[in-house]
């Protein structure tokens, strides 16, 4: 098992361009997330996908869209990078079952630069 | 207000001793869980260890345990006999809410461990 994937693992973009970070986790896991990392302030949820067909919104959605592909997928888009959009993006998985702890598993992150 | 605190921003340990990293926490919410994620130089995010709100006993993972105490809302994270490579930054976090709406983790800004030989 890979768990959860991440591409690509670095990138440099200049401002106004566009990307796509790529998520796929093999864990069968129903709900998957995308955070973001910035120094000093910790993990902060940008979208979430609480199931196949959904996603919604969470701290920092602002300059991002996402698109959950299927089941095992799950994306992230930057229509037009700005340099507050540097920062290191993590992907992560869980069962959401409403089960008792439902632990969240990450992947090794992209480190996006915008310039 | 912050609803993970992590007070410490780096702790320094002597290998084989035991280190106590600290988290405080605010909800409101009788249900919730805390986690602890190790972040090696390497980068990725690795779970550790966990505990649910109404968990009657403290949660133990190998050299891991978390020294729970809901009255003070505090879930400290203990490394007994410190290794090497347990030098890296580690993240308290807190999910609120159960039943398939507990879908966010909220992060503490770390504490940079470092285990001299």
């Known amino acids: 098992n890979a768990g959860v994937t991440q591409t690509p693992k670095f990138q440099v973009l200049k401002t106004g361009q566009s990307m796509t970070l790529q998520c796929a986790q093999d864990m069968n896991h129903n709900s998957m997330y995308w955070y973001r990392q910035d120094p000093g302030m910790g993990l902060r949820l940008i979208y979430y996908s609480a199931s196949e067909g959904t996603t919604d919104k969470g701290e920092v959605p602002n300059g991002y869209n996402v698109s959950r592909l299927n089941k095992r997928e799950f994306s992230l888009r930057l229509e037009s990078a700005a340099p507050s959009q540097t920062s290191v993006y993590f992907c992560?998985?869980?069962?959401?079952?409403?089960?008792?702890?439902?632990?969240?598993?990450f992947g090794p992150g992209t480190r996006l630069t915008v310039l | 207000a912050q609803k993970i605190t992590q007070t410490q921003p780096g702790m320094f340990v002597q290998e084989k001793e035991a280190v106590t990293l600290d988290c405080t926490y605010d909800t409101s919410d009788p249900s919730y869980g805390l986690f602890w994620y190790k972040q090696p130089s390497s980068g990725e995010m690795i779970f550790l260890i966990y505990?649910?709100?109404?968990?009657?006993q403290n949660a133990t993972e190998g050299r891991y345990s978390l020294n729970f105490q809901k009255a003070r809302k505090s879930a400290n994270l203990v490394i007994s006999a410190s290794q090497l490579g347990d030098s890296a930054m580690y993240f308290c976090a807190m999910r609120e809410g159960s039943g398939g709406s507990n879908y966010k983790l909220t992060f503490g800004k770390g504490t940079l461990l470092t285990v001299n030989p």
């Open positions: 505990q649910g709100s109404y968990d009657q």
């Open positions: 992560a998985s869980s069962e959401l079952t409403g089960g008792h702890t439902d632990t969240q598993y």
